[in-house]
T-cell receptor
Framework: KAGVTQTPRYLIKTRGQQVTLSCSPI?????VSWYQQTPGQGLQFLFE???????NKGNFPGRFSGRQFSNSRSEMNVSTLELGDSALYLC????????????FGSGTRLTVV | KNQVEQSPQSLIILEGKNCTLQ??????????LRWYKQDTGRGPVSLTI?????NTKSNGRYTATLDADTKQSSLHITASQLSDSASYIC???????????FGRGTSLIVHP
């Protein structure tokens, strides 16, 4: 079966712009979570959506937001981009159990110039 | 503050050798601990998931242990292969919120 698909794969944006990243989960998975990975901070949890509702949120500013659609696809939006937002953004999907397995996508590499 | 510390930061071994990676955490309350393998430029791939009651979990040549009393975990790799070269990340989720805290990872290089 198809894995977790993230689009686009690479993105270059200018400081101050906004960006939307997309994540299509594995068929049947109802949970999608988002992560930021940088060389300086490593992997950090952004938020998780389950059945179109945000179930958990990490410690990121309000410029980072997300949503989930009825087909479980999810989008993440970052407004007023800063240079420090340059990172690999990963999403993962799961069936939704709290201790279940997560499958990660290959990520979107965002560069802010 | 919840923290996950991994050691060593990097490790170089010869193909065929065994190695052990360490993970210490202060996450409380504890829900589960996961080990992931991440190849360069790819998303992490789950190796093992352990809850409080489990102290050993194997996945092929990978064996993870968990000591919930000392809040330590290890990942043992047996008979290493070149394809084991990757970053290994320990992730601990807290009980209640289930928010994950990530370690910085151990970069493993396997030389022929």
């Amino acid at each position: 079966k198809a894995g977790v698909t993230q689009t686009p794969r690479y993105l270059i944006k200018t400081r101050g712009q906004q960006v939307t990243l997309s994540c299509s989960p594995i068929s049947g998975h109802r949970s999608v979570s988002w992560y930021q990975q940088t060389p300086g901070q490593g992997l950090q949890f952004l938020f998780e959506y389950f059945s179109e509702t945000q179930r958990n949120k990490g410690n990121f500013p309000g410029r980072f937001s997300g949503r989930q659609f009825s087909n479980s696809r999810s989008e993440m939006n970052v407004s007023t981009l800063e240079l420090g937002d340059s990172a690999l953004y990963l999403c993962a999907s799961s069936l939704g159990e709290r201790v279940g397995g997560y499958t990660f996508g290959s990520g979107t590499r965002l560069t802010v110039v | 503050k919840n923290q996950v510390e991994q050691s060593p930061q990097s490790l170089i071994i010869l193909e065929g050798k065994n190695c052990t990676l360490q993970c210490n955490y202060t996450v409380s309350p504890f829900s589960n601990l996961r080990w992931y393998k991440q190849d360069t430029g790819r998303g992490p791939v789950s190796l093992t998931i352990m809850t409080f009651s489990e102290n050993t979990k194997s996945n092929g040549r990978y064996t993870a242990t968990l000591d919930a009393d000392t809040k330590q975990s290890s990942l043992h790799i047996t008979a290493s292969q070149l394809s084991d070269s990757a970053s290994y990340i320990c992730v601990v989720s807290s009980g209640g919120s289930y928010i994950p805290t990530f370690g910085r990872g151990t970069s493993l290089i396997v030389h022929p």
